[in-house]
């Protein structure tokens, strides 16, 4: 007697193996599926925070690498926002209004004693450098000092600047940005960050106006005569030139001051 489908042996699971099979084979191309999904938006995420960026430290091999390409991409965002500057100030020029055209010209004559314009003159010019690494590692290893006294701080750029401003400076650049009311000078690790771009030293400072009195200004400077004392004794870099004519470039970024707020008293002390 031949056997029927009923006399089959039963599967405990209530399936056959093919339906398992088929079951298995499913339940792979969903998981394979979810894989791709998330690999996916990790590619997307990493892409976001990159901002355009490239997430490989490979491809950053120093601070200066860091620093030159952060100061070459806000270059180009200032010169397009120079453009557009200028743009502006065409269309209000076109504007045929009394007030308007009255305003126009009032901002025209501040635009040169605000900084926007360029000028030239005779220049004093202040090279500010850290004090040579062998320098530093002879200083530290025999106790004289530590190694944040050899280095340039924010506050030694700003005895310079001030002392400038207060010998007659017409009109100053730092690092050949030029300096103006709303400019600040903040230190990060051991680069300077001036309208939002960090600069290595060394820092190059310089001021149009009469050279005898800018430089009678740093002469006369109780924070600056406390730098040297470094300069003499540690090599902390230290040199003054000056120019005959010296042509500076107007200020293109934004005059907007957004926030400013005290900066608490700095640990280095150079009296």
């Known amino acids: 007697m031949s056997d ?14 093919r339906r398992r099979r088929l079951q298995r084979r499913h339940t792979w191309r969903i998981a394979a599926v979810m894989v791709f999904v998330v690999a996916g938006g990790l590619f997307v995420t990493s892409g976001l925070d990159a901002g355009g960026l490239d997430l490989r430290a490979s491809s950053v091999t120093d601070l200066d690498t860091v620093v030159r390409q952060q100061r070459e991409r806000t270059d180009t965002q200032q010169q397009q926002v120079a453009a557009l500057t200028k743009q502006v100030d065409r269309l209000g020029k076109n504007v045929d209004d009394a007030q308007v055209s009255n305003l126009q010209q009032q901002v025209d004559e501040l635009r040169g004693p605000a900084g926007f314009e360029s000028v030239h003159g005779p220049a004093i010019t202040v090279v ?12 530290v290893e025999k106790g004289e000092v530590t190694p944040d006294e050899l280095v340039v701080h924010q506050q030694d750029i700003q005895a310079v ?26 230190c990060v690790g051991n680069t300077v960050v001036l309208h939002g771009v960090p600069y290595a030293p060394p820092y190059e400072i ?18 600056i005569a406390g730098y040297k004392t470094y300069v003499d004794t540690h090599h902390l870099g230290y040199r003054v030139t000056t120019d005959d004519d010296v042509t500076m470039p107007g200020y293109v970024g934004s005059s907007d001051l957004r926030y400013a707020t005290a900066e608490p ?5 150079r009296d």
Not at 4 to 17: A, E, F, K, N, R
Not at 168 to 183: N, P
Not at 206 to 221: F, K, Y
Request: proline residues 8%.
């Open 4 to 17: 029927s489908p009923s006399d089959s042996p039963s599967d405990p699971s209530g399936t056959t193996p």
């Open 128 to 139: 500010l450098s850290d004090a040579p690494k062998e320098e530093i590692d002879r200083a």
């Open 161 to 186: 600047v001030n002392a400038l401003w207060s010998g007659g400076a017409e009109a100053m650049t730092l690092q050949k940005q030029r300096v103006v009311s709303t400019t600040g000078i903040k």
């Open 206 to 223: 310089t001021a149009i106006g009469d050279l005898d009195a800018l430089q009678t200004a740093l002469d006369s400077s109780d924070y």
């Open 265 to 269: 008293p700095s640990s280095v002390d």
